[in-house]
């Protein structure tokens, strides 16, 4: 059933009539206009995958990115969609008024068919859509069988000259009418609006969105290329309705009669369900206040969002009105357009934001996939219709004002030219920094968490290894070595890392910083006093005994206890120099070491502004159930709590026998 909400909502009525502005566009290149499409789409497909099975909540792509980006962003996302859902309900009228134009009231006048049409469905929304999804799945089912049976049976009728030549207009309409089109291919988002509804939706949903894909993908390029393959261009140019055209072409008045019946099926129930869409978004925003709160009125009676309904029926009365599919369609795809780059990119905060959050379904090659969908939707606007291009930069604007209407707004949107400040200072900042060659002594555990930790700094960087800091392994055992080959890509020594013959074929001028990083305490002094009588200025030693401490400052090595923050520490020196100053690389003059609260200590249950902590040294965090607690005077400590101390060796040996203390 998921798989029947991609397909009816992406195989709309869309085919029917795009085919011919296609035709006048670039010609036979039409068939890989298509295909290249439903290729490209795959970024989309498989970021909406993910989202869709970690969040699978009601609203689709509005919920996505109000979960994990900024309000004014997910408003601009449900904007967006409102926009290309609206114009698509639009286009769909019009597709509709043509066929009854052209087939059965020659002098129908358009604005009437959509006015009447609109006044219909949305009378229908108004009281509920549950009876007519039967009806809705019935007309698109026979949409179905006719757009597949017809150009199945039009196969011994193709004429391989009709495709010659290929590109009679050339290849530069080629991504104008990719852009065109785009409108065809984004039927699989509906699929997460109606995620609280689909039995297991981490399994199901990104099943469903990429058989919906490669099924709709399949069924276009076969009816357009048989369409393209058995009748001139020149002449599906001409008509309004070439689906209709070809079928009467090839079959007479019994095919003629059958697409006419999958036209005006396509038509209608892709309006009736887009156009609840389009109002359910509208509601949405405004019962989020992003929007006036009348917007998220329902009728006491029937429940449905009768104001944010007749708002939506209004818009696409004018739209509808102008009479050119192609304008209304170039708004529409403008308007998806936009917001499918904000949901390409909300992948990327999912995973900065939320990385406890089970993922079901996982895009390949993050980040590359993410930027890529958001590459291949956001350069796609640019060739659009310049009138439509315009025209949807004044409904943002629009969309600008009524956001702009609450003073809570307001306040958002003054502080995004501040965080963006500080976000090109940053940006700044690591392009002036120094770019270390870090050695890693063991590829164990504690090695491997802080080669992740650097070279997972920054998300597009992390595509270019060579923008990265430099890292360095040195493991003894193989089966580990060929393990860290495959993971990091490194260059790795093989051997023990307590050697000083070992440290000198790495190098010493290949090397800015040493982390002596294996699960013995023992192997890592011996390694990190190596490294310091190499000549080497920066090294770090990961410890659990305090013992080692007062050995290892008398050497000027760093003494720390927590891989992580040993890659902090790291970063600190490279992004945050003021930071850094606090661990003084190569003096030692403070290291970070942590105590778990055992049973029965004297501090369990106390505020930390009862304690006498040295005055020295600082409690500078605490893990509870594998949570970050910011310790503050009234933070309660309790058994168990895992906290740690920055500052002098002394300091912290004396706070952490307080704290091991029993009563």
Request: charged share 15%.
């Amino acid at each position: 059933m998921a798989v029947m909400i991609g397909i009816g909502a992406t195989m709309g009525p869309g085919v029917f009539a795009l085919p011919g502005e296609l035709a006048h566009m670039v010609g036979p290149l039409g068939i890989l206009v298509y295909l290249v499409m439903g290729i490209i789409t795959v970024f989309t497909a498989l970021n909406y995958s993910e989202l869709s099975a970690a969040i699978p909540l009601a609203g689709g792509g509005y919920s996505f990115t109000s979960r994990t980006m900024s309000r004014p962003v997910a408003f601009f996302a449900g904007w967006f969609f409102w926009i290309g859902n609206t114009l698509a309900c639009a286009m769909y009228a019009l597709i509709f008024a043509l066929t009854i134009r052209a087939y059965f009231l020659a002098d129908a006048n358009i604005a009437l068919i959509t006015l009447i049409t609109t006044l219909v469905f949305t009378a229908v929304n108004y009281l509920g859509m549950r009876k007519a999804l039967i009806v809705i799945t019935v007309m698109n089912l026979v949409e179905l069988a006719v757009l597949i049976a017809v150009p199945i049976l039009g196969m011994t009728d193709i004429e391989p000259m009709n495709l010659e030549p290929l590109a009679p207009m050339g290849w530069g309409p080629f991504v104008p009418a990719m852009a065109l089109i785009y409108i065809s291919y984004v039927g699989f988002e509906l699929i997460s609006n109606a995620s609280e509804e689909i039995i297991e939706p981490h399994k199901n949903i990104p099943r469903s969105i990429l058989i919906t894909l490669g099924v709709s993908t399949t069924i276009y390029v076969l009816v357009v290329g048989i369409m393209m393959s058995t009748i001139n261009y020149k002449e599906l140019a001409q008509s309004d309705v070439p689906f209709i055209f070809f079928a009467d072409r090839l079959f007479g008045a019994w095919g003629r009669w059958a697409a006419i019946t999958a036209t005006i099926m396509a038509s209608l129930s892709a309006f009736s369900v887009t156009l609840g869409a389009s109002a359910r978004i509208l509601f949405a925003l405004g019962r989020d206040r992003h929007f006036p709160q009348f917007f998220a009125r329902l009728h006491p009676r029937y429940q449905t969002p009768d104001i944010a309904l007749v708002a939506c029926a209004v818009i696409v009365i004018i739209f509808s009105s102008s009479g050119i599919v192609k304008f209304v369609a170039s708004v529409s795809d403008f308007g998806y357009l936009m917001g499918l780059g904000i949901i390409n990119y909300a992948v990327i905060p999912l995973h900065q934001k939320m990385p406890n959050l089970r993922r079901p379904f996982q895009t390949w090659f993050y980040p590359l996939v993410p930027i890529l969908g958001v590459i291949t939707t956001w350069a796609f606007v640019p060739a659009l219709e310049v009138r439509s291009f315009v025209l949807g930069g004044i409904l943002t604007l629009v969309g600008v004002a009524i956001y702009l209407t609450r003073a809570g707004n307001r306040a958002e949107i003054l502080e995004i030219p501040a965080a963006l400040a500080e976000k090109i200072r940053l940006l700044i900042a690591r392009l002036r920094r120094t770019h270390m060659r870090v050695l890693i002594i063991s590829g164990k555990r504690q090695g491997q968490n802080i080669a992740n930790r650097l070279l997972a700094k920054d998300e597009v960087r992390v595509m270019f290894r060579s923008a990265e800091h430099q890292i360095t392994f040195i493991e003894e055992d193989e089966a580990l070595c060929d393990e860290l080959e495959r993971r990091f890509n490194t260059p790795i020594f093989q051997g023990d890392g307590t050697k000083k013959e070992l440290l000198e074929q790495v190098g010493v001028e290949n090397i800015d910083v040493v982390i002596a990083a294996s699960e013995d305490d023992g192997q890592n002094v011996i390694a990190a006093l190596q490294a310091r009588q190499l000549g080497l200025d920066q090294v770090i030693a990961v410890v659990q005994d305090p013992e080692y401490t007062h050995l290892l400052e008398q050497n000027d090595v760093v003494a720390i206890s927590a891989p992580w923050t040993t890659a902090a520490m790291v970063e600190s020196l490279l992004d945050r120099p003021g930071l850094a100053q606090l661990f003084e690389f190569g003096i030692g003059a403070a290291s970070v070491l942590d105590v778990i609260v055992p049973r029965q200590s004297h501090v369990s249950g106390r505020p930390i502004i009862d304690l006498e902590v040295p005055k020295e040294c600082v409690i500078a965090a605490i893990i509870r159930d594998n949570q970050f607690v910011v310790p503050r005077g009234g933070t309660i400590i309790e058994e168990g709590d895992q906290v740690y101390f920055i500052g002098p060796a002394a300091a912290i040996r004396k706070a952490c026998d307080m704290f091991m203390r029993e009563n």
